[in-house]
Nanobody, 123 residues
Framework: QVQLVESGGGLVQAGGSLRLSCAFS????????MGWFRQAPGKEREFVTA????????EYADSVKGRFIISRDDAKNTAYLQMNNLKPEDTAVYYC????????????????WGQGTQVTVSS
């Protein structure tokens, strides 16, 4: 059984940084593309970023390009989301997801999802 556990969320002031982690267990970590979505109160879930199974290809939402960086460490079975220059509009619950097919992950059809971690950015 696959399990994803996010951590690293918290409260940070605008302009600050946080690093989220997504720990993967079960099956083979390297089989999956991984990514992050977020959902703010009263809003729809939105795509943030994704990385393919090899770590070569990445995608970012326009709203986070140049500020967020996704990476993965296969030795640790963990994906990371480095968030820099955070803005109040980044406030949301961030969810880690994995999928065998990158395009499906991008569309929000991940095979598995984590429980989410709260990120709050104060102005």
């Amino acid at each position: 059984q696959v399990q994803l556990v996010e951590s690293g969320g918290g409260l940070v002031q605008a302009g600050g940084s946080l690093r989220l982690s997504c720990a993967f267990s079960g099956r083979s970590f390297r089989r999956y593309a991984m990514g992050w979505f977020r959902q703010a109160p009263g809003k729809e879930r939105e795509f943030v970023t994704a990385i393919n199974w090899s770590g070569i290809s990445t995608e970012y939402a326009d709203s986070v390009k140049g500020r967020f960086i996704i990476s993965r460490d296969d030795a640790k079975n963990t994906a990371y989301l480095q968030m820099n220059n955070l803005k109040p509009e980044d406030t949301a619950v961030y969810y880690c997801t994995v999928a065998e097919i990158m395009v499906r992950l991008r569309r929000g059809s991940g095979d598995y999802w984590g429980q989410g971690t709260q990120v709050t950015v104060s102005s």
